[in-house]
């Protein structure tokens, strides 16, 4: 598939390129990011050169893994967004924001924009979330945006050469009001 550009009320959603390899570099930086992503650390300017200029729109070439970054009119980077394909029909995404521009509601609204769009494109039926146990603010997002937690993952998600625990939580289709792709029959309490 070729990038797509998404826009909301207040963003821009587009690929990352060669012009943001220093800003996304840049933004890697925040100790927060490091430690709440899988992304390396340290974050050295090579990681953001393969990531930008080879991981990007190799995802994007294979429909392997979906990657915006986030602009506000302003033209700054607020953050990034990836949907990667875990099995037919699932994806799941994962999200940043860049310090200056938390608390501002940005990751939430690409969020919906994301799903939505990844329901109705790609045609999946079930869009998973995970987070390290102890990332409140990503929970939030995930909560906030319509995500239902289905529990903890013991020793699921490795970071940095640990495995941790991690919240899982999905979003579907029906969660938008939007038809699934394929029947649905969930199970009975």
């Known amino acids: 598939m070729d990038p797509v550009t998404l826009t909301t009320e207040r963003l821009l959603l587009r690929t990352v390129d060669r012009r943001d390899t220093d800003t ?8 927060d990011i ?5 992304i390396p650390s340290p974050y ?5 050169v393969g990531f930008v ?28 967004l990836g949907i990667t394909m875990r ?4 994806g799941e995404i994962g999200f940043w924001a860049t310090r200056e521009h938390r608390r501002r509601g940005y990751i939430a609204e690409a969020t919906r924009a994301a799903a939505h769009w990844s329901f109705t494109t790609l045609a999946l ?4 979330w995970r987070a390290e146990v102890g990332n409140t603010a990503s929970r939030a997002v ?7 937690l289905e529990g903890t993952l013991r020793c699921a998600l490795e970071n940095n050469g640990v495995r941790r625990d991690c919240w899982i939580a999905s979003l579907l289709p029906s969660d938008l ?10 199970a009975r309490p």
């Open 24 to 31: 996304v570099y840049a933004a890697a930086q925040d100790p």
């Open 34 to 38: 490091q430690r709440w992503t899988t």
């Open 44 to 48: 050295r300017r090579e990681h953001a």
């Open 53 to 80: 200029e080879q991981a990007v729109p190799e995802g994007w070439a294979t429909d392997s893994m979906f990657t915006f970054g986030l602009f506000p009119a302003s033209g700054e980077l607020a953050g990034m």
């Open 87 to 90: 099995s037919p029909g699932t």
């Open 125 to 128: 039926d079930r869009l998973e």
């Open 142 to 148: 995930a909560e906030h945006t319509g995500f239902t």
């Open 177 to 186: 009001d939007l038809p699934s792709t394929a029947p649905y029959l969930p």
